[in-house]
């Protein structure tokens, strides 16, 4: 490779070299990712090449790297990080919709932990000026989810809803939405986020032996739905024994019981994936109005994604963290 001072890396005049997040194997975060540099070339016809400013990472990027869901070797290196916030640099020959110097959100994509990528643009909305790229990043992929749960248990008004893990990242968005759409909110969660829960309209209850009884002592009325964001029996047990109708208890994790009647709901495609790509407008909408609230518990530098995937079930963070490359 040839190096020169106008074009050291002898690349073509529009590539760019981006550092990259990624994982040479499976195992603990801290051991497995390292920093890499790749050429980006020049997008295609429909895609844009986004300049990232904030990478969101949620729970999955840490089950995928430890090999949670798998260990195919044919899959490696993987790339880690679902949502972005970023500035559009460059855009192929069709893309009419945006232009250079747009500040947009990416979701879903994969390998978001970097400082350049590369996308389709159909995968591009536009960023509200008023949420910050580390909000917008952050909202993404748990809102969507958040937003598919409600859907698909059809929260309405009048519905009292019980929200297992309220304070998580998912769990803050459904109670926030759910009390958006007039429904009565349960949320349960460690007393230390009792307090914040009450801020956001729910009425929040502790884990633990007597859930059930302990919900039962503080609804407004008859439970008619659950979301589960948990995946414990203890979630839901009590979901069962409290909603009637077992096809309005839907979970994102307890993907062992389906036997049980109960709703999974993954985004993988389909109506889900539909629901969540329809929500990402409302949820920014929301966020720029004030009326949705995310919380970024700690950012990092993209040096640091292997410790901040790390950190993700380490420290339980009630809030997002949130990757600045």
Do not use: W
Request: hydrophobic content about 45%; overall charge negative; proline content about 6%.
């Amino acid at each position: 490779m040839s190096i020169s001072e106008e074009n050291p890396l002898d690349v073509e005049p529009s590539a760019v070299i981006a550092r990259q997040a990624v994982a040479l194997g499976y195992g603990e975060p801290t051991e497995v990712i390292d920093l890499i540099t790749a050429e980006l070339p020049s997008p295609q016809d429909d895609q844009v090449r986004v300049k990232v400013r904030a990478v969101g990472l949620n729970p999955v990027d840490a089950t995928v790297v430890r090999g949670f869901m798998g260990t195919d070797e044919s899959k490696l290196p993987l790339h880690p990080g679902y949502e972005l916030a970023g500035t559009v640099e460059a855009i192929g020959d069709e893309v009419a919709d945006f232009g250079v110097g747009d500040e947009v959100v990416v979701y879903p994509t994969t390998g978001a932990l970097a400082d350049h990528v590369i996308v389709d643009a159909s995968r591009l909305r536009r960023r509200p000026a008023e949420v910050s790229p580390e909000i917008a990043a952050g909202l993404l992929l748990a809102g969507a989810t958040a937003a598919d749960t409600l859907a698909t248990a059809g929260i309405t008004a009048g519905d009292v809803v019980v929200v297992h893990g309220g304070a998580g990242a998912v769990g803050v968005v459904a109670v926030q939405l759910a009390t958006r759409a007039g429904a009565a909110v349960i949320a349960t969660a460690s007393p230390r986020n009792h307090e914040y829960l009450k801020s956001l309209g729910a009425i929040p209850v502790a884990y633990g032996a007597g859930l059930a009884d302990r919900i039962r002592e503080v609804t407004p009325g008859p439970v008619t739905a659950a979301i589960d964001t948990v995946g414990s029996d203890e979630a839901i047990d009590v979901s069962l024994q409290l909603v009637p109708d077992h096809s309005r208890i839907v979970s994102i994790a307890a993907f062992g019981r389906a036997d049980d009647g109960i709703v999974l709901v993954s985004g993988g495609g389909g109506q889900s994936l539909q629901h969540r790509l329809d929500a990402i407008d409302d949820l920014l909408a929301a966020a720029a109005d004030g009326s949705l609230v995310i919380e970024v518990a700690r950012t990092y530098p993209l040096d640091d994604a292997a410790q901040a995937i790390a950190d993700l079930s380490a420290r339980h963070p009630r809030g997002k963290l949130v990757v600045i490359p």
